[in-house]
């Protein structure tokens, strides 16, 4: 069982959000996907739920594709 520390509790990686991250996700996917957005640097970004909401329909496609792949 992986025990999360509270003291780190991510923010969104989206500059000027402030909320906290519940998805981890390669950086350079978040800023192709979400362009109108500021990520910030990293390698992964953190993202709360309504930018992660943003991010998977941004990706609609993407997915499709990765589902097909994934098998
Ligand atoms: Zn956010």
Redesign the pocket.
Known sequence: MARRRKSSRGA???VA???E?VRSLSRRRVATALTDLEVAEGRRAY?????YKKYRKATKVDRTIDRITWQ
Not at 47 to 51: E, G, N, P, Q, T
């Open positions: 969104c990686s989206v959000c402030d909320t991250a993202l709360c739920k309504d930018h």
